[in-house]
């Protein structure tokens, strides 16, 4: 291939229909609904240490996934919405992967040559709401399948240049599903363009749920478009119910179709590109306080034309209570911290120093939206910043400050907010939104550690010096106890580290002993 015919893997990942990232569509990362008496808790990750038994009253006995359960790693929302039929690839590399690699039976029979009226059960990659059936096949690339010619591999379209995904009727058999009534030459239930035998493929019914693909428990969640007549009327038609058909993000190529007799075709042709559908991650909608934690987004209470945003931002729910950010103890840690600060933008902070411990987990004790309190971090030590962080390096606020700006804007159109959890109870601000993801910080009970001082520089010390070219020029001497500052030392006291981890002033003591502290009137009282 020449350097000019080259393109980018992430534009090669777009032609097959994904984005930098799968979101975790083929993976078992999420609790069974048939497995968990609460309805309100399947869906979300599930405890991935069987061998202590989950309390859900008890939310720290929840083990989790380092990759499920940051709350940054984008990952596909599963509520209640239709069922699709999904074709795998047998390969690790999605951009490894060529139009034949794509199947759902066997080793090499593709979506299209699947008869209609097909079982569920006998599609070994699966569906939206159903994992491929071999676990092994549970790590390879998935997508919705739409229904292609399965000679050359190109796509199928309607009049309108809308692809026809494949999906699973209310029987529980597959189906085609249209975005408008569609004429198609079948040769015993499949797709042939070389048969005479032409039928009509009724169009996605919205009013109908016998017409549309059946809903199901825990299918993967993706946007919808009110448009009969076209897939991707993106600017007025957006909706997030089953009710209505897929939205396709991108534009497809059409092209003629003439019948083996020389006449037009009803149907149209597209090229070798995958429909690219919108997904509904967590990191965006971590919970359903929306449908009133029933996982379905047709709840005829809920507002489906988007996302809650503005005033309603709160009804995306709140992530530490669906265990999406793994959840921290009370903590001790006796350690020097060298590292890197992140950036800030001209108008922002960086974080200050209470920031410059990046804490990946949920400190906060959650009893309610209105009730919470905080872990300790009990650390002695000393923090050390010394360069800005090579790693680290987006700015510390993901969102900028007003939150309506259009650079707050996701790849997906929809605006993003990372709701960790309601900073504080009941806020409406654009704090309540939620600037950053993944943090919630502990109660900071900091303090040096005066041992340091009397320690032998150990080679990690020696990286922050060098050899002097000259002899020594350095001179020690003891400070009085009558000096002041000593004597302010000296005129210390105990206090009450709370369980919130505030300090309590009451009945504090002298720090030493009586015969130790300045004479006189010199300590306050």
Avoid at 321 to 327: F, K
Avoid at 404 to 425: E, L, M, Q, V
Avoid at 506 to 519: G, L, T, V
Wanted: glycine share 6%; aromatic share 10%; charged share 25%.
């Amino acid at each position: 291939m020449s350097e000019s015919t080259q393109i980018s893997v992430s534009a090669v990942r777009r032609k097959l229909g994904f984005f930098d990232n799968n979101y975790l569509t083929s993976a078992h990362w999420f609790t069974d609904a048939d497995t968990d008496t609460q309805v309100k808790n399947w869906g979300y990750p599930k405890d991935f240490d069987t061998s202590t038994p989950y309390n859900s009253s008890d939310q720290n006995t929840h083990q989790g996934s380092s990759y499920v359960n940051n709350f940054v790693t984008p990952i596909q929302r599963r509520v209640k919405f239709g069922e699709y039929v999904m074709e795998m690839c047998r390969k690790e590399r999605v951009e490894a992967c060529e139009p034949d690699d794509w199947i759902v039976q066997g080793t090499t029979t593709k979506a299209s040559e699947i008869p209609i009226g097909t079982d569920v059960d006998d599609l070994d990659s699966g569906t939206t709401a159903k994992l491929a059936d071999n676990e092994d096949d549970r790590h390879y690339p998935r997508r919705v399948a739409f229904l292609r010619d399965p000679s050359n591999n190109k796509l199928i379209l309607d009049t309108n240049g809308a692809p026809v995904p494949i999906g699973i009727d209310s029987s529980g058999q597959l189906q085609y599903f249209p975005y408008a009534d569609l004429n198609l030459p079948l040769t015993s239930n499949r797709f042939d363009p070389a048969s005479s035998d032409i039928r009509t493929v009724d169009a996605f019914n919205d009013s109908n749920a016998n017409e549309r693909p059946r809903v199901q428990d825990n299918a993967l969640w993706f946007q919808t478009t009110g448009d009969s007549s076209s897939s991707n009327s993106r600017s007025t038609n957006k909706n997030y119910n089953e009710a209505e058909p897929l939205f396709i993000l991108n534009d497809l190529t059409k092209v003629d179709v003439l019948l083996p007799d020389g006449s037009p075709a009803s149907y149209k042709q597209g090229g070798l590109e995958q429909p690219i559908l919108v997904p509904v991650l967590q990191i965006h909608m971590p919970a359903d306080e929306w449908t009133g934690n029933d996982h379905n987004p047709n709840d005829d209470d809920s507002d489906t034309d988007e996302l809650p945003t503005d005033n309603d931002h709160k009804n995306r729910g709140i992530a530490i209570e669906r265990n999406w950010i793994q959840r921290a103890t009370d903590t001790t840690t006796n350690v020097v911290i060298a590292q890197g600060d992140t950036p800030p933008r001209k108008t922002e902070s960086n974080g200050g120093l209470e920031n410059f411990v990046r804490y990946l987990e949920t400190w906060r004790k959650f009893q309610s939206s209105t009730n919470y309190s905080k872990f300790n971090h009990n650390l002695s030590g000393s923090l050390i910043q010394y360069k800005r962080s090579a790693y680290a390096t987006a700015p510390w606020q993901m969102m900028q400050e007003d939150g309506t700006s259009a650079k707050n804007g996701s790849i997906f159109d929809y605006r993003p907010y990372y709701r960790i959890d309601s900073t504080p109870p009941g806020n409406d601000d654009i704090e309540g939104e939620g600037m950053s993801p993944f943090y919630t910080p502990p109660q900071r009970q900091w303090g040096f550690d005066v041992a340091l001082l009397s320690q032998i520089p150990d080679l990690f010390a020696q990286t922050f010096t060098s050899p002097t070219a000259t002899k020594p020029n350095e001179f020690f001497r003891e400070v009085s106890r009558d000096d002041k500052w000593v004597k302010t030392l000296l005129c210390a006291k105990t206090v009450e580290i709370e369980g919130d981890g505030s300090i309590s002033s009451a009945n504090s003591e002298n720090a030493i002993s009586d015969d130790q502290r300045p004479s006189g009137d010199f300590c306050p009282t």
